[in-house]
């Protein structure tokens, strides 16, 4: 099955500076790339997506970039701010035989702390 | 006008008890989920229902049940309960799309501790 590892499991960034999260996949068949943001205490949260087809979308702050022959896909935070502040995590999706995604494989998280 | 409610939010019980987590969707999607996120905020997929259809088990022992009464709906009950079940369930639904996957919309978490 899919595995997703992401790094690192910590971050800690001054306001104003940029952030990244990494993320690898195992299996060649994911074709669907969410990262999702966590506050403290509440659900998770779609931020930005991407489709294997792509392999960069930005969303004014937010981008992230796909490569699949690699098979990593990285998070990039620009500008950062307090409110940036959350656990964010990567997941990868595959279709199954009958050609839908049914499953996220969500990697282990990554804790953005962004300072004052 | 919640997406995706999911009730109790907090849930304490003893050892053994049998207790059961509700979840509603009103976004008209087919298919709905089931994770587990434990104490190290790992967020681990337990069930997949399309269409009120049991698509994905991970290996979840089998205290645990869910049951979809119809796509709008999935429920988990929880037999004879043990203290590493102490987490927060979420329930998710997403609208299947041929071919790619799309947004899981989250809801608020039951946090469910066994003593």
């Known amino acids: 099955g899919e595995n997703v590892e992401q790094h690192p499991s910590t971050l800690s960034v001054q306001e104003g500076d940029s952030a990244v999260i990494k993320c690898t996949y195992s299996d060649s068949a994911s074709n669907y790339f969410p990262w999702y943001k966590q506050e403290l205490g509440k659900r998770p949260q779609l931020i930005i997506d991407?489709?294997?087809?792509?392999g960069e979308k930005k969303d004014q702050r937010i981008a992230v970039t796909l490569n699949k022959t690699a098979k990593h896909f990285s998070l990039h935070i620009t500008e950062t701010q307090p409110e940036d502040s959350a656990v964010y995590f990567c997941?990868?999706?595959?279709?199954?035989?009958?050609?839908?995604?049914?499953?996220?494989?969500f990697g282990k998280g990554t804790l953005l702390t962004v300072n004052p | 006008d919640t997406a995706v409610s999911q009730t109790p939010k907090y849930l304490v019980t003893q050892m053994g008890n049998d207790k059961s987590i509700k979840c509603e969707q009103n976004l008209g999607h087919d298919t709905m989920y089931w994770y587990k996120q434990d104490s190290k905020k790992f967020l681990k997929i337990m069930f997949s229902?399309?269409?009120?259809?049991?698509?994905i088990n991970e290996t979840v022992p089998n205290r645990f049940s869910p049951k979809s009464p119809d796509k709008a709906h999935l429920n988990l009950h929880i037999n004879s309960l043990e203290l590493g079940d102490s987490a927060v369930y979420f329930c998710?639904?997403?609208?299947?799309?041929?071919?790619?996957?799309?947004?899981?919309?989250f809801g608020q978490g039951t946090r469910l501790t066994v003593v």
């Open positions: 991407i489709r294997s087809n792509v």
């Open positions: 997941a990868a999706s595959s279709p199954n035989s009958g050609g839908s995604n049914y499953k996220l494989t």
């Open positions: 229902y399309n269409n009120k259809e049991l698509i």
């Open positions: 998710a639904s997403s609208q299947a799309r041929s071919g790619t996957g799309t947004e899981a919309f």
